[in-house]
């Protein structure tokens, strides 16, 4: 097999593993030079070293992101408590504060993945997460439409980096097998915000008037303060990268990454800043390809209703006939189921492989589920059917993440090419933000149809996608690569 990536739409399929034999617990690898050559790892055990790994890094990875999209949709349930009237805003003028979050946000994805690279994680990573938890409290002392939409704008700039950060982050740490149910995990924190942003909400609700402030105000400062607060725990809990972690001890680092390079991630020993490696990625078909698969079709085809989903169930919900808060206690359900429904398609996805096929299945599910939305006129029906849509959303991301991710090798070509999927696919966050429009209560037929119809881009290309690297690993088989 070529030192070059192996491409694959099965991320476990056996010929990546064809370099590398087993010994033990610790993998040797062939036609590569070995890292730490004269470092003796016998004594290190790899299953209890992953078990250390995930405690030091997922807990609290999964936090800031709970607080993260906490903070981003948060908003959503604000409006339930009269910040728009408090604000004097039209509903166009909500809309738009909802869509400039979406453009800062996908401007600096890239230019945040490559700082990440060159800074360590535990500075970069945290002077964002200090900086949006100051513009989510600020956000709370706003009075009017323009103070809102800049500092949805200044919200988005920050939050911007955790998301590819965190999932290049991942990648750096595990073999691509046990990549997905780790971005699984990590990225169920936004069902969990979502159950908790409905419950927090509730409760922040008992604060209206405190210190002449409305409870929507509450909502946006109270979730600052806590984003600050984590901020600055974040400089001393997040860790750096494998090959510099304080955490582990010099064999534990080489064990892990001698097994990245065993699992053909060359550049897990380290990799100098190079444009070339930047300019590499933005010639691979594959990051285009994903690109397109991301920002329009399969990534967008989940990302689009993400984001129509958070920020608009509780909305959705309550033209159901039920009251803010009743409303945003009956999220709460549906974000659980989520999480699980993540988790199960994390896990299976690593264990047997084929990533593709479990996106084509999940949304083939969230269609049946919008399609439903689209055609019912019954409010019990309508509440069954966002259950079904959740399938084709929230389970979809973090496994098209694991796939795109793990058929690109390099270092700095993988921070790139995963934040230019990821940002091309947070415009359409944009577009999510403009489909439920106030007239179109209470049952949304423009906004479902649309979703739905991102969904089916998003299988169409995940059929595409699936063609494309097919082609590739059998053009790699008959060495033409």
Known sequence: MSTAEKTSPDSTSSREMADEKATGSIQVIENSKVYNADVDVSSVDEQKLLRKIDIALIPWLSLLYLL?????TSIGNAKLYHMVDDLHMSDNQYLISLTVFFFSYAIFEVPSNVFLKRLRPSIWLSILMLL???????????HNYGGLVGMRWMLGMFEAGLFPGVNYYLSCWYKRSEFGIRAAVFFSAATVS???GGLLAAAIANMDGVGGKPAWAWIFILEGLATVL?????FWIVQDFPDTAKFLSEEERTVVIRRLQGDDQFSAAGEKLKMKYIWMSFADWKTWVGSLLVEVMTYAGCDMPLYAFSLFLPSIISQLGYKATPANLLTVPVYVFACIITCIVGFCADKYGRRGYFNLAFLTLGAIGYIILVASKNAAL????VYMATCGIYPIIPNTIAWVSNNVEGSYKRSVSLAMVISFGNL???????VYRARDTPWYPLGHGLVLMYIAFGFIFSVIYLIF?????NKRDRGER
């Open 382 to 385: 309508s509440y069954f059917a």
């Open 428 to 434: 359409n966050g944009a577009v999510s933000s403009n």
């Open 194 to 196: 979502g159950a908790f």
């Open 469 to 473: 690297l097919k082609r590739e690993n």
């Open 68 to 72: 993260s999209f906490l903070d981003r």
């Open 132 to 142: 949006w938890g100051i513009m989510m409290t600020v956000q709370g002392l706003v």
């Open 230 to 234: 984590a901020g600055v725990a974040s």
